[in-house]
């Protein structure tokens, strides 16, 4: 009985995410899965990205968590439209979730929309949202051995950040290990060294992450012309 209800919920999530997915493409929207422990520095994250890519692309969040608007408080001061989308306990965002979410957003003319996923390493690799691309956000303080320990996470992602490397010197984490296990899962991964703190590393992210909408935009573009625009 368990199994049937868990394949029933996976199913009507997936048909969703795949309205969600046809919706993003019709808009030109890239959207990111953000992922990732509480602390890590997801928010930290958008909140830096925002201010690399300010000018190059239109940007748009939903912020995930079970409680509060704080998180979605701290984006608006950056300028970009944000809406919060409180799970009421859930560990993990749905495509039901962000489908409501979009729709409060209104994403016409984004080019680029973050969906902060709630803080956990386990539920959220579970969920399609119809997100383009999933990134994993690790911060040094949690140790170096979370890729082994949750391998779907990294096996389900394009990117991981890891972050909190102006830390490193007060930790026993050994980076070297996380990248090389993470690559051993994943070994498509591409991997970012980031400080939210004092800014290294972002600079390269968001480069990365420009190229990657660039693409999307391109190959979009290349699709509607052939006549198989996603309905």
């Known amino acids: 009985m368990e199994i049937r209800v868990q394949t029933n919920v996976l199913a009507a999530n997936e048909a969703i ?11 030109g929207c890239y959207a990111l899965n953000l992922m990732g422990s509480p602390g890590a520095g997801k ?23 079970i409680a509060t608007s704080l998180d979605t408080e701290r984006i608006l001061r950056h300028n970009v ?4 989308v409180n799970t009421g306990g859930n560990c ?8 409501y979410g979009v729709e409060q957003l209104n994403i016409t003319g984004l080019q680029l929309l973050f ?16 997100e383009e691309a999933r990134i994993t956000v690790l911060s040094v303080t949690e140790g170096d051995d979370k890729p082994l320990k949750y391998p779907r996470m990294f096996q389900e992602s394009t990117a991981l950040i890891i972050n ?9 984490c050994d980076l070297a290990k996380i990248e090389t296990t993470a690559l051993r899962i994943n070994p498509h991964l591409k991997i970012f060294e980031v400080s939210c703190r004092d800014g290294r590393g972002i600079e390269m992210w968001a480069v990365w992450l420009q190229e990657q909408v660039e ?3 391109k190959q979009r573009v290349l699709t509607v012309g052939q006549g198989d625009e996603i309905r």
């Open 81 to 84: 439209p944000a809406v919060q």
């Open 215 to 217: 693409r999307f935009l």
């Open 115 to 130: 969906i902060e996923n709630v803080g956990n390493l386990v539920c959220p690799a579970g969920f399609d949202l119809g």
């Open 92 to 99: 993990h965002l749905d495509a039901r979730m962000v489908q």
């Open 164 to 172: 909190k490397i102006d830390l490193l010197p007060f930790t026993d």
């Open 17 to 27: 995410a795949t309205q969600n997915r046809a919706l993003f493409h019709r808009c």
């Open 43 to 65: 928010t930290s994250l958008l909140e830096r990205t925002i201010e690399a890519l300010r000018g190059a692309l239109n940007i748009g969040v939903i912020e995930g968590d």
